[in-house]
């Protein structure tokens, strides 16, 4: 009965590590953005900052950069590349890669990333003085 439960034991960790090695086999594509933190002096002034921004897939494919629903760029059969944007909003964006079909359509999100627009001063503080 112990050889039983050893042997389940065994079983079991085996078919758990590979759930995982499978997981992590089919989670290859990355995608790298820095900085992903763009600071601005005061809330609603525009933030800018240079992006730089890779991103590696297991095989090539046809992928293209979104930015929300706007298209930055595209690679036709590449399994990594690397782009330069120079961003400046007022807000947190998110940046997607995107498969590409053969008919140029967008089809499936492989990765996603974002740069948050933080900021150092708060306008909606009060003043604690006033000038007459």
């Not at 590979?18 to 609603?44: I, K, M, N, R, Y």
């Not at 590409?100 to 990765?111: F, H, K, Q, R, S």
């Not at 627009?117 to 003085?129: A, G, M, N, P």
């Amino acid at each position: 009965m112990a050889w039983f439960v050893i042997c389940f034991k065994r079983a079991w960790l085996l078919g758990l590590a590979s759930a995982f090695l499978s997981s992590v086999v089919h989670a290859q594509t990355a995608l790298t953005l820095w900085p992903t933190t763009c600071v601005t002096l005061q809330e609603g002034r525009q933030c800018h900052a240079q992006v730089q921004i890779q991103w590696q897939l297991q095989q090539a494919e046809a992928v293209c950069l979104y930015l929300d629903e706007q298209l930055l760029q595209c690679w036709a059969e590449a399994s990594r590349g690397e782009w330069q944007w120079s961003f400046a909003d007022t807000r947190t964006r998110l940046l997607s890669l995107r498969r590409m079909l053969p008919d140029g359509v967008p089809a499936e999100t492989l990765a996603t990333g974002k740069v948050e627009v933080s900021w150092v001063q708060d306008t909606h503080k009060k003043r604690l003085w006033r000038r007459f």
